[in-house]
């Protein structure tokens, strides 16, 4: 696993230096519609479509986090959080959450459907508003502290 994990991580970094820069969009003479309407023919035809396909990355090629260390755990989703940031997508966790939990439930929602705009930025909530069944633990469920700050 060690190999495979130190190939994901040099794909990870290669894609990083790749990324698109969509705040650019429109410099350049560059119709930003047009670009848009290119990058999107690219991607796919629908409005929400599966984060995986929005990034490139087929969640087949994530490993679950029962199958990584703590260290690779934490490597693995930086890069991700920075190929995510690079589309506009910003993860919400709460401030002392773990790595172990913040890669399970980016890959839980890898397939998950999200809309894209390259000019947009759109939160990845993970809370489902419920405190019973945060998957923060009740000791970090904000909803629960909002709660009780009411």
């Given amino acids: 696993m060690n190999r495979y994990v130190d190939q994901l991580l040099e794909d990870l970094e290669s894609m990083i230096q790749d990324l698109p820069d969509f705040s650019t969009l429109g410099e350049d003479d560059e119709d930003p519609d047009?670009?848009?309407m290119e990058f999107e023919q690219d991607r796919c035809s629908c409005s929400a479509i599966p984060l995986s396909r929005i990034v490139g990355i087929e969640k087949y090629i994530l490993p679950p986090g029962s199958k990584l260390s703590k260290v690779q755990m934490e490597l693995i989703f930086l890069h991700l959080e920075k190929i995510l940031s690079a589309y506009g997508f910003i993860l919400d966790f709460p401030e002392k959450i773990q790595v172990k939990v913040k890669y399970e439930l980016l890959h839980d929602i890898w397939e998950d459907e999200f809309s894209f705009n390259p000019r947009?930025?759109?939160?990845?909530?993970?809370?489902?508003?419920d405190y019973d069944f945060c998957p923060f633990g009740l000791e970090l469920c904000r909803c629960k502290q909002l709660e009780e700050m009411s």
Avoid: L, N, S
């Fill in 34 to 36: 047009e670009i848009w």
């Fill in 120 to 129: 947009d930025t759109q939160i990845i909530d993970f809370c489902d508003f």
